[in-house]
């Protein structure tokens, strides 16, 4: 009953959370009219589209997640293997408006791209604007992340696999087909659906790269509904229309995924035998080329047009530094936060899942933790707001609402990179350490953390760094006092500071990469990723 | 011994609560009270001969305020709203949340005039299309002109669902063309290059070379020229006139320090809070400014004809005239 607990505190703080901020925005609305919504001809093409765009996304980001991950996975050594993982951490980070000036920068008018194909004597193309810009645009947010959640299936693949893959002299298609793609296949549904929420949820990047309001999301008539109409009841009904929509086709997919393997023994990055041929060594650096070329060319832009700026006159400026403080304490709790709460539903559904074999409802546990996502921050924040006016001085307490939101934005990274690796523990060593007594603490320190230090690392990097670059709620409670990095560089786009703007988001770039990398370092231990 | 831990306790806090002044609290966006903005030398301008302080609340921009006083209703902090623009007047005087201003507003120099006994103007502004004059030599000398201009020359412009600009030109087209506006949103549809969420996105673009023309305000030159000294950026004149946007004050009927939120309201109208408007919040004054308007904005162009509808008009259609918007743009 012990393991079962912690998870079941945890949902029941979400359930306080999103039940608290609900009933604040159906206490002021002035009531729902779902029928309206459903006669809304415009709102039905919109939920079609956005469900088609993040489809469409997703398949895109995983199809090349997948190979690129492998490739990385294969090429163990090559030089600056390990700062380019760190790098993928990027994008994340990016405030999207920044992503989109840098997306513009390569693939725009007068873009890289087309500046390239000037110099070829190529006529330039108007390509962005449109459905194949939102996918630009998804790729490089997702494509990285889909990369660093897939590849530690790697390391799980158990040592004895590829002594006999060695002996058997088995082709690299074959290893494959049988080795990789099993340890594989479980994972994707989990990667797939996180990758589909965040496309799902997208605003600004669909608006704005997607050439008109013939291409809008359900989140964009949620924020109209809310900052213009401040019509609380229809904001209620289409923040729960997203929830509905997203929860069906994520169950739907996750019936698709099979359950984790048992493994028998502990992986060991053994040396694989099909490295050494030609063609294959050709395709792993194309596939690294390339994610080479969609991620780290935008960040490259961004890089650039924040050294042409007022570099020395932007770093100067005190509210920098004080935002950033913010920026970091928010980050640092936040992703404690979400990491504490991520262990604590894990800890629950791998007890279900394994122990008592109760798998559906393990995976809906999960699933309760991850739906979070799609809950516009918009609209939890005014939620709290009206919940806990009447209670507290919702100013005072800005800063812990803002680490409470983020760190629920955070929670469903955490339960997909902890997931795995957790279930694979209580797998391995759960008869071990019931044998030898071995519980409580002692089993933490010396079962658990060893063990698990780096997904915790990575987990916690992940979400610090997601929360550095989030504006989330903070515009929403705003006061003179406190402003985080992200709003800052908006306020410099707003007063035409267009370049304070660049050096603040490159400023903003370093900090969370050497957040990233000082958590990944200091938490995970040794780099082995 | 009651008796004297309550004196020792009056004595010792008694001095303190007598230097301490009274506190206005102003609600406003963050681009008024930030670092470059008006606010920080208006709140020190005020401060000087209110024997008060002055303290900020910011909010994204004027919508979010509007937002914000909804939510906190009659339990509102603030004594002073200052940042809603006039196409937010209804709404907000829907709440019934505001108290009149007892300014004498009749000689304002605000195009149209101004008569509201609850709103206070504190700045003005026109909408414009803003281009780059290396760019585009022969830019539109009309709405007309834009409408029926080539296809690939690409304008930018904002979403009216999210953004202040992207509502403002629904109006001008509206103003001007009256129930043909769906046809001539149809007409533009293809030289939109793109609708963005707000403001900053658009002109980020513009920048950035995307588009030749952009959506943005009249006086979007003046801070090239007069903060970067660049001066290749012009807005293009045209001759329907230009939609005007006024930006409000107005004081709360809960405000805890009302004679204090008179003082500031009046003070809005003086030299010490309209000399920071030009270069803080790149709009013009709404009174004489005795040191005239700083040098370059005599370049920008002047529309003849400001073009409005009033509060009321636009609080009534609005829905009506985006979803018409809507349906064009989405063909």
Same mark, same amino acid.
């Given at each position: 009953?012990?393991?079962?607990?912690?998870?079941?505190?945890?949902?029941?703080?979400?359930?306080?959370?999103?039940?608290?901020?609900?009933?604040?925005?159906?206490?002021?609305?002035?009531?729902?009219?779902?029928?309206?919504?459903?006669?809304?001809?415009?709102?039905?093409?919109?939920?079609?589209?956005?469900?088609?765009?993040?489809?469409?996304?997703?398949?895109?980001?995983?199809?090349?997640?997948?190979?690129?991950?492998?490739?990385?996975?294969?090429?163990?050594?090559?030089?600056?293997?390990?700062?380019?993982?760190?790098?993928?951490?990027?994008?994340?980070?990016?405030?999207?408006?920044?992503?989109?000036?840098?997306?513009?920068?390569?693939?725009?008018?007068?873009?890289?791209?087309?500046?390239?194909?000037?110099?070829?004597?190529?006529?330039?193309?108007?390509?962005?604007?449109?459905?194949?810009?939102?996918?630009?645009?998804?790729?490089?947010?997702?494509?990285?992340?889909?990369?660093?959640?897939?590849? +530690?299936?790697?390391?799980?693949?158990?040592?004895?696999?590829?002594?006999?893959?060695?002996?058997?002299?088995?082709?690299?298609?074959?290893?494959?087909?049988?080795?990789?793609?099993?340890?594989?296949?479980?994972?994707?549904?989990?990667?797939?659906?996180?990758?589909?929420?965040?496309?799902?949820?997208?605003?600004?990047?669909?608006?704005?790269?997607?050439?008109?309001?013939?291409?809008?999301?359900?989140?964009?008539?949620?924020?109209?509904?809310?900052?213009?109409?401040?019509?609380?009841?229809?904001?209620?009904?289409?923040?729960?229309?997203?929830?509905?929509?997203?929860?069906?086709? !994520?169950?739907?997919?996750?019936?698709?995924?099979?359950?984790?393997?048992?493994? +028998?023994?502990?992986?060991?990055?053994?040396?694989?035998?099909?490295?050494?041929?030609?063609?294959?060594?050709?395709?792993?650096?194309?596939?690294?080329?390339?994610?080479?070329?969609?991620?780290?060319?935008?960040?490259?832009?961004?890089?650039?047009?924040?050294?042409?700026? +007022?570099?020395?006159?932007?770093?100067?400026?005190?509210?920098?530094?004080?935002?950033?403080?913010?920026?970091?304490?928010?980050?640092?709790?936040?992703?404690?936060?979400?990491?504490?709460?991520?262990?604590?539903?894990?800890?629950?559904?791998?007890?279900?899942?394994?122990?008592?074999?109760? #798998?559906?409802?393990?995976?809906?546990?999960?699933?309760?933790?991850?739906?979070?996502?799609?809950?516009?921050?918009?609209?939890?924040?005014?939620?709290?707001?009206?919940?806990?006016?009447?209670?507290?001085?919702?100013?005072?307490?800005?800063?812990?609402?803002?680490?409470?939101?983020?760190?629920?934005?955070?929670?469903?990274?955490?339960?997909?990179?902890?997931?795995?690796?957790? #279930?694979?523990? #209580?797998?391995?060593?759960?008869?071990?350490?019931?044998?030898?007594?071995?519980?409580?603490?002692?089993?933490?320190?010396?079962?658990?953390?060893?063990?698990?230090?780096?997904?915790?690392?990575?987990?916690?990097?992940?979400?610090?760094?997601?929360? #550095?670059?989030?504006?989330? !709620?903070?515009?929403?409670?705003?006061?003179?006092?406190?402003?985080?990095?992200?709003?800052?560089?908006?306020?410099?786009?707003?007063?035409?500071?267009?370049?304070?703007?660049? !050096?603040?988001?490159?400023?903003?770039?370093?900090?969370?990469?050497?957040?990233?990398?000082?958590?990944?370092?200091?938490?995970?231990?040794?780099?082995?990723? | 011994?009651?008796?004297?831990?309550?004196?020792?306790?009056?004595?010792?806090?008694?001095?303190?609560?007598?230097?301490?002044?009274?506190?206005?609290?102003?609600?406003?966006?963050?681009?008024?009270?930030?670092?470059?903005?008006?606010? @920080?030398?208006?709140?020190?301008?005020?401060?000087?001969?209110?024997?008060?302080?002055?303290?900020?609340?910011?909010?994204?921009?004027?919508?979010?305020?509007?937002?914000?006083?909804?939510? *906190?209703?009659?339990?509102?902090?603030?004594?002073?709203?200052?940042?809603?623009?006039?196409?937010?007047?209804?709404?907000?005087?829907?709440?019934?949340?505001?108290?009149?201003?007892?300014?004498?507003?009749?000689?304002?120099?605000?195009?149209?005039?101004?008569?509201?006994?609850?709103?206070?103007?504190?700045?003005?502004?026109?909408?414009?299309?803003?281009?780059?004059?290396?760019?585009?030599?022969?830019? @539109?000398?009309?709405? &007309?002109?834009?409408?029926?201009?080539?296809?690939?020359?690409?304008?930018?412009? &904002?979403?009216?669902?999210?953004?202040?600009?992207?509502?403002?030109?629904?109006?001008?087209?509206?103003?001007?063309?009256?129930?043909?506006?769906?046809?001539?949103?149809?007409?533009?549809?293809?030289?939109?290059?793109?609708?963005?969420?707000?403001?900053?996105?658009?002109?980020?673009?513009?920048?950035?070379?995307?588009?030749? $023309?952009?959506?943005?305000?009249?006086?979007?030159?003046?801070?090239?020229?007069?903060?970067?000294?660049?001066?290749?950026?012009?807005?293009?004149?045209?001759?329907?006139?230009?939609?005007?946007?006024?930006?409000?004050?107005?004081?709360?009927?809960?405000?805890?320090?009302?004679?204090?939120?008179?003082?500031?309201?009046?003070?809005? $109208?003086?030299?010490?809070? &309209?000399?920071?408007?030009?270069?803080?919040?790149?709009?013009?004054?709404?009174? *004489?400014?005795?040191?005239?308007?700083?040098?370059?904005?005599?370049?920008?162009?002047?529309?003849?004809?400001?073009?409005?509808?009033?509060?009321?008009?636009?609080?009534?259609?609005?829905?009506?005239?985006? &979803?018409?918007?809507?349906?064009?743009?989405?063909?």
């Amino acid at each position: 009953m012990r393991r079962l607990a912690p998870g079941v505190l945890v949902m029941a703080v979400l359930a306080l959370i999103v039940g608290a901020a609900f009933s604040g925005l159906l206490r002021e609305s002035s009531g729902l009219e779902p029928g309206a919504l459903w006669d809304d001809i415009y709102l039905r093409r919109v939920v079609g589209f956005t469900v088609w765009q993040a489809l469409l996304s997703t398949l895109l980001s995983l199809g090349l997640a997948l190979p690129v991950a492998r490739a990385l996975a294969r090429r163990q050594r090559f030089p600056g293997r390990t700062l380019l993982l760190r790098l993928l951490g990027l994008p994340l980070v990016v405030p999207t408006i920044v992503a989109v000036f840098g997306i513009v920068a390569i693939y725009g008018q007068t873009g890289l791209m087309n500046r390239l194909a000037a110099g070829l004597g190529i006529e330039p193309v108007q390509y962005l604007y449109g459905l194949g810009g939102i996918l630009i645009a998804h790729v490089f947010f997702n494509l990285p992340l889909a990369v660093r959640l897939l590849l +530690p299936v790697w390391q799980s693949v158990p040592g004895e696999s590829w002594r006999l893959v060695a002996q058997l002299g088995m082709s690299s298609r074959d290893i494959l087909r049988l080795v990789e793609w099993p340890m594989l296949r479980p994972l994707l549904p989990q990667v797939a659906t996180l990758v589909f929420m965040l496309c799902f949820t997208s605003f600004a990047v669909v608006l704005t790269l997607g050439g008109g309001p013939a291409s809008t999301t359900i989140e964009v008539a949620i924020y109209q509904a809310l900052r213009f109409d401040f019509d609380l009841g229809k904001a209620t009904l289409l923040a729960l229309l997203q929830l509905i929509c997203c929860a069906l086709l !994520v169950a739907a997919v996750q019936a698709m995924g099979k359950h984790y393997p048992v493994d +028998p023994t502990e992986g060991r990055v053994q040396s694989r035998p099909d490295l050494g041929d030609v063609p294959g060594r050709l395709f792993d650096f194309a596939c690294i080329a390339l994610v080479l070329v969609s991620t780290l060319l935008p960040l490259g832009a961004v890089v650039t047009s924040g050294l042409a700026g +007022p570099v020395a006159e932007v770093l100067a400026d005190r509210q920098l530094w004080a935002s950033a403080e913010l920026s970091l304490g928010i980050a640092l709790m936040s992703s404690a936060l979400a990491v504490l709460a991520g262990v604590g539903i894990l800890i629950t559904s791998r007890e279900l899942r394994i122990n008592r074999r109760r #798998t559906g409802l393990a995976e809906a546990t999960e699933l309760c933790g991850s739906l979070i996502l799609v809950i516009p921050p918009l609209v939890l924040g005014t939620g709290f707001f009206i919940a806990l006016r009447p209670l507290v001085d919702v100013f005072t307490w800005s800063p812990l609402l803002i680490v409470i939101v983020n760190a629920l934005m955070g929670l469903p990274y955490v339960i997909r990179v902890l997931g795995p690796p957790m #279930t694979r523990v #209580t797998q391995q060593h759960d008869r071990l350490c019931a044998s030898l007594g071995i519980g409580g603490w002692d089993r933490v320190r010396m079962v658990e953390w060893p063990l698990l230090r780096q997904p915790v690392g990575l987990s916690l990097a992940l979400c610090a760094a997601l929360s #550095t670059g989030d504006l989330g !709620v903070v515009a929403l409670f705003g006061s003179q006092d406190v402003s985080t990095l992200p709003l800052l560089l908006y306020q410099r786009l707003a007063g035409y500071q267009m370049g304070e703007a660049a !050096v603040t988001a490159l400023f903003l770039l370093t900090l969370s990469l050497m957040l990233f990398g000082g958590i990944e370092r200091v938490i995970g231990g040794r780099a082995r990723a | 011994m009651r008796l004297l831990t309550v004196t020792l306790l009056f004595l010792l806090c008694h001095p303190l609560h007598a230097a301490e002044p009274p506190t206005l609290t102003v609600y406003t966006y963050s681009s008024f009270t930030v670092d470059w903005g008006p606010g @920080p030398a208006i709140k020190a301008a005020f401060e000087a001969e209110c024997e008060c302080r002055l303290e900020y609340v910011a909010t994204d921009d004027g919508v979010a305020l509007l937002s914000r006083i909804r939510l *906190e209703g009659k339990d509102a902090k603030a004594d002073v709203v200052l940042g809603l623009d006039t196409n937010l007047i209804a709404e907000a005087r829907a709440t019934g949340l505001f108290a009149p201003h007892g300014v004498i507003t009749e000689s304002l120099p605000v195009p149209g005039g101004w008569s509201d006994a609850v709103f206070l103007p504190y700045d003005y502004g026109y909408f414009a299309f803003v281009y780059d004059s290396t760019v585009l030599t022969a830019p @539109p000398g009309s709405l &007309q002109a834009l409408v029926d201009g080539p296809s690939e020359q690409k304008i930018l412009i &904002q979403d009216p669902r999210t953004s202040t600009p992207g509502l403002g030109l629904l109006l001008w087209i509206r103003k001007v063309f009256g129930d043909d506006a769906g046809t001539v949103w149809e007409k533009l549809a293809p030289r939109i290059l793109t609708v963005s969420k707000g403001w900053s996105e658009a002109y980020g673009l513009f920048l950035k070379g995307e588009a030749p $023309l952009v959506l943005s305000y009249t006086t979007s030159p003046a801070y090239h020229l007069i903060a970067e000294g660049e001066g290749k950026y012009a807005a293009a004149a045209f001759d329907e006139g230009h939609y005007l946007q006024i930006e409000v004050a107005a004081k709360l009927a809960s405000s805890p320090n009302p004679e204090l939120a008179d003082r500031f309201l009046a003070f809005v $109208l003086s030299q010490g809070f &309209q000399t920071h408007i030009p270069t803080g919040n790149w709009m013009y004054p709404v009174v *004489e400014l005795e040191s005239g308007l700083p040098d370059g904005f005599e370049t920008l162009v002047s529309p003849a004809i400001a073009l409005s509808f009033t509060p009321e008009e636009v609080a009534r259609n609005r829905k009506e005239w985006v &979803q018409e918007w809507l349906t064009a743009l989405s063909r």
